[in-house]
């Protein structure tokens, strides 16, 4: 049933390409989840998000920092070996620090005929931000419509919206079968479609999704609902450590990572003035630690999501040196303690040790009371 969202992820490059030969379109290289895509959409182009490889490489190395986290310098990796040949543009939002560095090195090294940069604020809790946001967005929108030599018009805006909030909306359907009582399908699989949704044409995304959604109601799925685990962190793409997660017993029922909710958890909400409409949506996501302050919403946020999907458990994915989720990391556990969620904390590099986080992950479930699944 989710076999198609498999052979996308397996498939990324190839998708792109075969997509841009389809339609004769233009893609766009996302480093980030801010990016708006619903006017990448609205202009005729396919946004994709550049994600690392997960194998070892000697490439970025020269070009950014070693203790700059190994997702940027996995992302780099991939333009500095070539295997974006196929970007017409690569665009980054102000995210952190680290990820700006490797769009810097890929705009100095991989050539590629449109790049921009959107200053978003970091401090969106501002009343300043939104303002501020929307401007940076229409300077984007004007450097797309130069480039394509054609406007963007009100109604391929309203396209755009539409088509990425329904993307949105269809994936939050599929969360739904994931709520306890009413497990249908495994946290490796929801996996496989938010991940895929980050480049797969939203249309073509979504016309699978309602397939999905048609059969879910009628799913067995073979596993206990036991062991109902969160997953908590930055970017998070790594098949092999949630199947060994699910492997050993658990359910990956939610997660708050840029890949997953924090991706699409928000929905544009129309209004007339379209730019602010979609500026507003990406001030008020599901923060970024990066973003998230003064007051830390994400905490919140993230309880709520534990509390619906009755979550036993959360896995803490640290990206390592990662310095905005370093950031919340004291306090984040903090939070998640006072809130009887227990949780463990995991550093994850571009490969993983899969056999010593067995171990770690075996122990956390026997000491939230899941040791009868050995
Ligand atoms: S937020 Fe963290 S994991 Fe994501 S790119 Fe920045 S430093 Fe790396």
């Known amino acids: 049933m989710f076999s198609q969202f498999k052979h996308w992820y397996d498939n990324r490059h190839d998708y792109a390409r075969a997509w841009k030969e389809r339609t004769g379109g233009k893609v766009m290289g996302c480093f980030c989840s801010y990016n708006p895509e619903e006017i990448i959409v609205a202009a005729g182009w396919l946004p994709t998000r550049i994600l690392g490889a997960h194998e070892a490489q000697d490439v970025a190395e020269k070009h950014i920092f070693g203790m700059y986290c190994p997702f940027c310098r996995d992302v780099l990796a991939q333009g500095l070996k070539g295997r974006h040949e196929y970007l017409n543009g690569i665009l980054l939002t102000q995210s952190c620090i680290h990820l700006r560095q490797a769009f810097i090195s890929w705009k100095l090294h991989v050539p590629v005929d449109f790049q921009h940069y959107i200053y978003m604020p970091m401090k969106v809790q501002s009343p300043s931000a939104l303002p501020y946001h929307r401007s940076e967005l229409v300077k984007f929108k004007e450097a797309l419509e130069a480039f394509n030599g054609k406007p963007i018009t009100n109604a391929d805006l309203d396209h755009g919206i539409e088509v990425v909030n329904e993307n949105r909306k269809l994936m939050r359907d599929v969360y739904e079968y994931r709520k306890a009582g009413n497990l249908k399908l495994t946290g490796t699989e929801a996996m496989y479609m938010t991940v895929s949704s980050t480049w797969v ?11 999905v959604l048609e059969q879910l109601p009628d799913r067995e799925i073979d596993r206990d609902d036991t062991a109902r685990l969160m ?7 790594d098949i092999p450590f949630i199947e060994l997660v699910e492997m050993v017993g658990a359910t990956v029922v939610q997660d708050d990572h840029c890949t997953g909710t924090r991706y699409f958890w928000n929905l544009v909400d129309p209004q007339d003035d379209r730019m602010t409409a979609i500026a507003d949506r990406y001030i008020q996501r599901p923060a970024c630690p990066a973003k998230d302050w003064e007051k830390r919403t994400r905490f919140d946020h993230i309880l709520e999501l534990a509390r619906e999907w009755d979550v036993e458990g959360a896995v803490i994915i640290q990206q390592k040196f990662c310095d905005p989720h370093e950031t919340d990391m004291v306090p984040l556990r903090a939070f998640l303690d006072d809130n009887d969620i227990p949780n463990l904390m995991l550093e994850f ?26």
């Not at 997953?231 to 793409?237: K, L, P, R, Y």
């Not at 010593?356 to 122990?363: G, Q, S």
Request: hydrophobic fraction near 35%.
């Open 349 to 374: 590099d571009a490969t993983n040790p899969l056999g010593p986080f067995r171990i770690r992950v075996e122990a956390f479930l026997e000491m939230i009371g899941s040791e009868d699944l050995f």
């Open 231 to 237: 997953f908590i962190g930055s970017e998070n793409d």
């Open 201 to 211: 044409d939203k249309e073509e995304h979504s016309t699978e999704i309602r397939k």
